[in-house]
């Protein structure tokens, strides 16, 4: 998937890292990841939102 985040399926979550042992530049690279990760999320929601709109258009 991505450098920093491995995704657990049975529970569909993230793993949790311990950052202690993260360089700065790690950090920074991390923080980008999930930047991006949450942008994907956020596109994803509006597509599944427009898909409810236009189910919801369509019997009324």
């Given at each position: 998937?991505?450098?920093f ?7 569909k ?21 999930l930047?991006?990760e ?8 509006v ?14």
């Amino acid at each position: 998937m991505n450098e920093f985040l491995e995704y657990e399926e049975s529970k569909k979550s993230f793993k949790s890292l311990n950052l202690d042992d993260f360089s700065v530049e790690d950090l920074d690279n991390y923080i980008l990841e999930l930047k991006n990760e949450i942008d994907r999320v956020n596109i994803e929601k509006v597509k599944k939102k427009k898909l409810i709109s236009d189910a919801e258009n369509m019997f009324k």
